[in-house]
Structures are given as C-alpha cells and as structure tokens.
C-alpha cells in the first residue's frame, strides 16, 4: 500500500530528525518555565496590585534624589509587561494557587512596607537624638548655642515627611 511507503517514510524522517536535534537543556526549561511564570504573574488581575505594593516597599527608605529611578524603572516595566503579554494570554486564566501566592505576596508587601517605615522612623529619631547630644556636647564645650537641629529640621526633615502620620 502507498500508505504503508508514506508512514515508513516519515517515520524515518521523524526519527533522523529526533537524532540530530538534541534534547532541550536543563537550562533552556529552566528559562522557559521561568519565562511561564512570570507570564503567569503579569497576566493576573492582582499584577498591578502586586507592583504598587512592592513600589511603595521601594520607596520607603530611598532617598528622595533617588525616586526617579524608581519612576524610570517603573516606565520601562510597560515594555516588560508588553514582551510577557502574548506569554500571559497563552497560560490562561490565573489558577486557584496562583490568586492564593498574590492574594498573600500583596499583604506580605503591605506588612514589610510597614516594618520598614516604622524602622526608618526609629533610626531617624536616633539619628535626631544624637545630633542634640552633639549640640548639647558641643555648646557644654564651647559656650555657644548651635542650631544643630534647626538645621537637621530645615534641610534634612523634609527627606522624611512620608514618614509623618497623614
């Protein structure tokens, strides 16, 4: 039968074909299962939440000369996102585990963000106190008033005022 030759045929071309192409690496599914998670991630409805929590985590202690990086990171991120998009429509629809990692990583972020803020708000008070003890040293030693904390308030206070309660 002609079948029979055809089958035989491409079964042969099948099988050269599988010799002579090796098997993808470890590090090849390695990047492809990575490039399908992250994929995954920017395609989920919580994606947006997820970068804004971990934005204002970032923002925290970055000094204030420093946000525009963040905010020029944050811009190219749309090209990211355009290069996983056709990605993420091809995994689908987010599953149960994967809503149950952002649901949790968003509030993990919101917690950390806070941890972080409340530790900058200790340490810049420290910092506040030991400049009054070296004002306080300082005018001991020399008789003279300084403004050390006029100063810190006028010039470096306002690097922190995210810190102040709203």
């Known amino acids: 039968m002609a079948f029979d030759g055809f089958v035989s045929d491409n079964t042969k071309d ?8 090796p098997p993808p690496s470890a590090a090849d599914i390695d990047h492809w299962e990575r490039a399908k998670c992250k994929a995954e991630i920017m395609g989920h409805p919580m994606y ?3 970068l804004e ?3 204002a985590c970032l923002r ?3 000094p ?3 946000l525009a990086q963040i905010d020029a990171q944050l811009a190219r991120s749309q090209d990211v996102l355009a290069k996983y998009s056709s990605a993420a429509a091809a995994a689908g629809s987010a599953e149960e585990e994967l809503d149950h990692f952002m649901a949790n990583y968003v509030l993990l972020l919101g917690f950390f963000k806070d941890q972080l803020q409340q530790h900058v708000r200790v340490h810049a008070m420290e910092a506040v106190m ?3 003890d070296l004002e306080q040293s ?5 008789g003279q008033s300084f403004s050390l904390l006029e100063t810190i308030s006028n010039n470096i206070a306002p690097c922190f005022a995210f810190l102040l309660p709203t």
């Open 64 to 66: 204030v000369d420093q």
């Open 48 to 50: 947006d939440q997820l």
């Open 14 to 21: 099948m099988q050269t074909l599988a010799l002579n192409e």
């Open 130 to 132: 030991a400049c009054w």
């Open 60 to 62: 925290v202690a970055t």
């Open 138 to 142: 300082l005018q001991s030693l020399t």
């Open 53 to 55: 929590a971990h934005v």
